[in-house]
Nanobody, 115 residues
């Protein structure tokens, strides 16, 4: 059974940091490109960051220099380190795994940036 389980969300003050984790099971994690998406209230889901099977990374412009995506294939886990958080980063954050025409989603973890 395929599972992507996110954790690490919560309430943080502006300028603070959080690290999200996503543990995968049920598929060959090392083959998949892993991504983090987010969806703010009333907005469409957007791609935040991607890390390929070889470790190459891409970021949405608004998070460049603040967020870092990484993966540990031995632990079947992908991370999103989020620094210098802003209120506009408030959203549900979703883990995604993709390989060819196959795509898996987690259920999300809520990040709230507020004073």
């Amino acid at each position: 059974q395929v599972q992507l389980v996110e954790s690490g969300g919560g309430l943080v003050q502006p300028g603070g940091s959080l690290r999200l984790s996503c543990v995968a099971s049920g598929f060959t994690f090392s083959l998949y490109a892993m991504s983090w998406y987010r969806q703010a209230p009333g907005k469409e889901r957007e791609l935040v960051a991607t890390i390929g099977s070889r470790g190459n990374t891409n970021y949405e412009d608004s998070v460049k220099g603040r967020f870092t995506i990484s993966r540990d294939n031995a632990k079947n886990t992908v991370y999103l380190q989020m620094n210098s958080l802003k209120p506009e980063d408030t959203a549900d954050y979703y883990c995604n795994g993709a390989y060819r025409d196959i795509m898996y989603w987690g259920k999300g973890t809520l990040v709230t940036v507020s004073s």
